[in-house]
């Protein structure tokens, strides 16, 4: 149990660079460590040439860079400059060599049919408007049976720090600020997963789900950070300080099962699916 301070206050600031933020606090803590069963599940192996699709800020691409040599190829494509730029920039300082960039639309990607063994995509395609156009284009970016790889979040109230950060944000600003959270977790329901990855016209579908943790040496720097690049974030800023504060002890209290000492591990549960084109 973390000892929660009355009057604690918590250091907020807009967000003015909505990547550097996922990289720094997103990444670390919610997708590095789902990463290795993706690679696993993906059939990552040397020689194998891999897309990264909606590849972010590049955690995956990174990761697979290393694992495809020697002869491999890694792509990785996201819709984000933003996110490409800090990509790049990571993938320089991590020694990660030989990543090919793109820039574009997961629904009408450069790339010829069957160029790839294995297409990865993490937790992105709950995000993409057009989902079945996402998933036949990935097909057919895939060689006759090549591996599909993703992940997406699974039950809200298996990851005990959705139900409490959307509880604390109706109260304050209105079911409609919770979107974002129903958006990520709405892949969660596994049928229908299965019934839009087949009806892309994969074959052998697998899916099941795990169980990360989330961790963070200290909730009140991340809570602040995290929400700074939220949709909702221009609504905390609106707020008076002490009215901000209160919202951030909230999420805080709700959080203590899950806090020891100030430092977060809260369970998060995500679900992979392999699928074969073919
Ligand atoms: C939650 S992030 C996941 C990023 C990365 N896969 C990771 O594991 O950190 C979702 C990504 O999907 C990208 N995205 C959303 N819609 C897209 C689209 N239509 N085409 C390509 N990328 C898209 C976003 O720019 C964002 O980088």
Same mark, same amino acid.
């Given at each position: 149990?973390?000892?929660?301070?009355?009057?604690?206050?918590?250091?907020?600031?807009?967000?003015?660079?909505?990547?550097?933020?996922?990289?720094?606090?997103?990444?670390?803590?919610?997708?590095?460590?789902?990463?290795?069963?993706?690679?696993?599940?993906?059939?990552?192996?040397?020689?194998?040439?891999?897309?990264?699709?909606?590849?972010?800020? &590049?955690?995956?691409?990174?990761?697979?860079?290393?694992?495809?040599?020697?002869?491999?190829?890694?792509?990785?494509?996201?819709?984000?400059? &933003?996110?490409?730029?800090?990509?790049?920039?990571?993938?320089?300082?991590?020694?990660?060599?030989?990543?090919?960039?793109?820039?574009?639309?997961?629904?009408?990607?450069?790339?010829?049919? &069957?160029?790839?063994?294995?297409?990865?995509?993490?937790?992105?395609?709950?995000?993409?408007?057009?989902?079945?156009?996402?998933?036949?284009?990935?097909?057919?970016?895939?060689?006759?049976? &090549?591996?599909?790889?993703?992940?997406?979040?699974?039950?809200?109230?298996?990851?005990?720090?959705?139900?409490?950060?959307?509880?604390?944000?109706?109260?304050?600003?209105?079911?409609?600020?919770?979107?974002?959270?129903?958006?990520?977790?709405?892949?969660?329901?596994?049928?229908?997963?299965?019934?839009?990855?087949?009806?892309?016209?994969?074959?052998?579908?697998?899916?099941?789900?795990?169980?990360?943790?989330?961790?963070?040496?200290?909730?009140?720097?991340?809570?602040?950070?995290?929400?700074?690049?939220?949709?909702?974030?221009?609504?905390?800023?609106?707020?008076?300080?002490?009215?901000?504060?209160?919202?951030?002890?909230?999420?805080?209290?709700?959080?203590?099962?899950?806090?020891?000492?100030?430092?977060?591990?809260?369970?998060?549960?995500?679900?992979?699916?392999?699928?074969?084109?073919?």
């Amino acid at each position: 149990m973390g000892a929660l301070r009355q009057n604690q206050t918590f250091r907020w600031q807009m967000n003015t660079d909505g990547p550097e933020t996922y990289e720094k606090y997103i990444v670390p803590v919610w997708m590095a460590d789902l990463v290795p069963d993706l690679l696993a599940a993906g059939d990552v192996d040397p020689g194998k040439r891999v897309l990264d699709a909606a590849c972010g800020t &590049g955690i995956v691409a990174r990761n697979v860079a290393n694992r495809v040599k020697p002869g491999g190829r890694i792509a990785a494509l996201d819709a984000n400059e &933003g996110m490409l730029r800090v990509a790049r920039r990571c993938a320089t300082e991590a020694g990660a060599e030989g990543i090919e960039w793109f820039s574009g639309d997961i629904t009408r990607m450069p790339f010829s049919d &069957g160029e790839f063994d294995s297409v990865l995509c993490q937790q992105a395609l709950q995000f993409f408007p057009d989902k079945a156009g996402a998933l036949r284009e990935m097909k057919r970016a895939l060689v006759p049976g &090549g591996r599909l790889a993703l992940s997406v979040w699974g039950r809200a109230e298996m990851s005990p720090h959705v139900p409490v950060i959307c509880e604390v944000f109706t109260k304050y600003f209105g079911e409609e600020s919770t979107t974002i959270f129903r958006v990520a977790c709405s892949l969660c329901n596994k049928e229908l997963l299965h019934a839009l990855v087949q009806d892309a016209g994969f074959s052998l579908i697998r899916i099941r789900e795990g169980i990360t943790i989330a961790r963070h040496p200290c909730l009140a720097e991340l809570l602040p950070a995290y929400f700074a690049g939220f949709p909702v974030a221009a609504r905390i800023d609106a707020l008076p300080e002490e009215r901000r504060n209160q919202l951030f002890r909230d999420i805080m209290a709700g959080l203590e099962d899950y806090t020891e000492n100030g430092t977060l591990a809260v369970p998060t549960e995500h679900i992979v699916l392999t699928a074969e084109n073919g």
